[in-house]
C-alpha cells in the first residue's frame, strides 16, 4: 500500500488550506483513513479520522475548523483546514488502517506565517 499526500505550502494565518492523500496498490478492507501532525519538538497528533462507515474524529485543536472527508471510489481521503493559525504549522502525514495494519504516506509541510 502506498500513500501519496498532496496540497501543503505556506498560508498566511486565518487562511485555509485542502490537503489530499491517495491511497494505491493492494486497498482490500479500509478501516479507517486519516491525518497525523507533528511539528518541531512536539509530539505527533491526531489532527482527524474517518472510518469506512463515515463517521469521524477530530483532534480538539482543529475541531470545527478542519473537515475530513472521503472519496472511497478513488481510495483518497481530504482534509480541508480552515482558519488555519501559526499553531497549525507542522508536517502532516496521512495514514490508512487495513488488516490490523498502519500505512503511512511520505507527510506533507504546511507552514502558517504572515
Known amino acids: 500500500v502506498q500513500l501519496q499526500a498532496f496540497g501543503g505550502g505556506l498560508v498566511q494565518p486565518g487562511g485555509s488550506l485542502r490537503l489530499s492523500c491517495a491511497a494505491s496498490?493492494?486497498?482490500?478492507?479500509?478501516?479507517?483513513m486519516g491525518w497525523y501532525r507533528q511539528a518541531p519538538e512536539k509530539q505527533r497528533e491526531l489532527v482527524a479520522r474517518?472510518?469506512?462507515?463515515?463517521?469521524?474524529v477530530y483532534g480538539d485543536s482543529v475541531k470545527d475548523r478542519f473537515t475530513i472527508s472521503r472519496d472511497n471510489a478513488k481510495n483518497t481521503v481530504y482534509l480541508r483546514t480552515n482558519s488555519l493559525k501559526p499553531e497549525d504549522t507542522a508536517v502532516y502525514y496521512c495514514?490508512?488502517?487495513?488488516?490490523?495494519?498502519?500505512?503511512w504516506g511520505q507527510g506533507t509541510q504546511v507552514t502558517v506565517s504572515s
Open positions: 496498490g493492494s486497498i482490500e478492507d479500509i478501516v479507517a
Open positions: 474517518i472510518y469506512s462507515g463515515g463517521r469521524t
Open positions: 495514514y490508512l488502517a487495513q488488516n490490523g495494519r498502519i500505512y
